[in-house]
């Protein structure tokens, strides 16, 4: 069988720590009523881990055969990370019911990470049609 590159994980990870972080930079900078250095300098940490996040998100979809997996992996490990800052940088409560929900997500994702990508017949699509199944195929013959 061909072997699929989990390059793209480690990008899509990487992008849903950005993002979480970047509601970090923003709840710092909104805290205080005035605007100031502070505020400044987390509003410009947050416009640079928005832009890491994209990177970062547009390198795994480059990297992955099909866009799902980098889309569920990120908001993953983006809901994960959010209620990780959330309990030790503002106190909130992890609940039993929290952690179930994100760990149903992460075993979700894995499954679908884990599944072969369906082939589809090319007798009936339309002539010209790209499938994801045909851009794997391109991909694969580049690398």
Known sequence: GIEMSWHWALHAAASGFLASLAAV???????SDELDLWCGI????????????????STALALSPTNAPPFLF?????????G???ALLFGDQLTLRWAVGVSLIAVGASLLFSARPVQTSSQNEPQ????SS?????RRKRE
């Open 128 to 131: 010209g049609t790209v499938t």
């Open 42 to 57: 987390m509003v410009v940490a947050h416009i640079l881990a928005n832009a890491g996040m994209w990177i970062q998100l």
């Open 25 to 31: 930079f923003m709840a710092f900078a909104t805290r």
């Open 84 to 86: 990780l800052f959330g």
């Open 74 to 82: 990120n908001t993953s490990v983006n809901i994960a990370a959010s």
């Open 134 to 138: 045909s851009t794997a195929a391109a």
